[in-house]
């Protein structure tokens, strides 16, 4: 009854910027870490950023400085804004939020179905 779904993927030029989101719906008690994943063509899924319901962020150092990511607890929404965009920085995008349900007494993680981020000239 957890739905985890990202927007905001799309083809941008190398320096340009996009804003992805990612929400949860459902019979949601509390969402503790959420995180944006990516995997690029040919490589393994890997960590970019994550956030905690406290505000306390990581970044992987290939996007330190370029990525924000940010939260809206309220709405149960993270959020991805990335500026200086480079061709590396193509993947697929993958949101996970640790949450818990009113149906159990630990936390599960979800994901969402991922989006496209294509950097390229």
Not at 38 to 58: D, F, M, W, Y
Not at 71 to 91: C, G
């Amino acid at each position: 009854q957890v739905k985890v779904v990202e927007s905001g993927g799309g083809l941008v030029q190398p320096g340009g910027s996009l804003r992805l989101s990612c929400a949860a719906s459902g019979n949601i008690f509390s969402i503790n870490v959420m995180a944006w994943y990516r995997q690029g063509p040919g490589k393994q899924r890997e960590l970019v950023a994550n956030i905690g319901s406290g505000g306390g962020t990581n970044y992987a150092d290939s996007v330190k400085g370029r990525f924000t990511i940010s939260r809206d607890n309220a709405k149960y929404t993270v959020y991805l804004q990335m500026n200086s965009l480079k061709a590396e920085d193509t993947a697929v995008y993958y949101c996970a939020a640790d949450l818990r349900t009113y149906a159990t007494t630990y936390n599960g993680r979800y994901w969402g179905q991922g989006t496209q981020v294509t950097v390229s000239s």
